[in-house]
């Protein structure tokens, strides 16, 4: 089993680390202990996601962190320096969330799934992040929050995904309270799927990547789209969406392949067509 993902506590050499084996591509936020979603990292970050999404080598990406910290949102120290400019920042506050909410819809529409590995403190923009992602993965030390209301700032564009990820009921405590829930709590939320100790996180990470590189791209890349295009629906539309899914996955040469070898009892070779 190739090893996919590495948290050690190593000299940052970039705001994101990439490193790609397997058909798995690991970006690591690194730049502690904040890891902070500055301009440059969400640069780097959807530089890597783009070219991941046109790149088929790629099956799945894995968004990690080193440090302490997975990620504390926005670098409050670098907005904060534009209230000098002559609109008080307003052109860069806009640019700021006009570029974090490209990434996050980008992670959302990366026809590719992406697993968060979280081990470590994930707040405001950072807790934004790992809602984004299809699968989270957290060890039992990892804790999140949106609390941008502690400081007169409330989370309103990571609430956009965390309603998507949790009740309204559970999203409008974390939003409203600012405060921090532990990572059983995520789970129970529904934020993550799994809560495992530090030692482990690289295993499982591994093992749910591995096992959906396996899989079938073309099938990966029909449902994935076709489950958040369902999602925002309402039932018949829902069903009438889906099954036009399942026809045109039903055509793909993956589908024929696939159900062949299952009816002749062998393994299925995957063209990605």
């Keep these: 089993m190739a090893e996919v993902l590495q948290l050690k506590r190593e000299e940052p050499q970039g705001p994101v680390l990439s490193r790609q084996d397997n058909g798995i591509l690991v970006l690591t936020l690194a730049n502690p202990p904040a890891n902070a979603l500055s301009m440059a990292t969400m640069g780097v970050l959807q530089d890597e996601l783009d070219r991941a999404r046109n790149d088929a080598a790629v099956r799945v990406v894995v968004i ?22 002559a609109d008080r920042g307003r052109a860069y506050f806009e640019e700021t969330f006009a570029t974090c909410s490209r990434l996050m819809q980008s992670i959302v529409s990366l026809p590719k799934p992406v697993i968060a590995a979280v081990d470590g403190i994930a707040t405001a923009a950072g807790c934004q992040l790992v809602a984004c992602c ?15 209301i502690d400081v007169g700032l409330f989370c309103t564009t990571p609430s956009v995904a965390l309603s998507r990820n949790i009740s309204r009921k559970h999203a409008m405590e974390m939003l409203l309270t600012g405060e921090m829930i532990d990572a059983k709590t995520a789970r129970d939320f529904g934020l993550v799927n799994r809560v495992v100790p530090p030692e482990y996180l690289n295993q499982i990470v591994n093992k749910y990547a ?48 696939g159900i062949a070898a299952f009816i002749g009892k062998r ?4 063209t990605g067509e």
């Design 267 to 270: 393994k299925p070779q995957w």
């Design 134 to 148: 299809d699968l989270a993965i957290a060890t039992d030390r990892a804790t999140f929050g949106v609390n941008g």
């Design 64 to 85: 990690a962190a080193a440090g302490k910290l997975f990620c504390a949102g926005h670098d409050l120290k670098e907005m904060t320096l534009h209230r000098a400019d």
């Design 210 to 257: 591995e096992t959906i590189a396996a899989k079938s791209p073309t099938a990966v890349r029909m449902g994935k789209k076709g489950f958040y295009e369902q999602a925002g629906l309402g039932l018949a539309e829902a069903y009438a969406s889906a099954s036009r899914v399942m026809v045109e996955n039903m055509l793909a040469r993956d589908a024929e392949e």
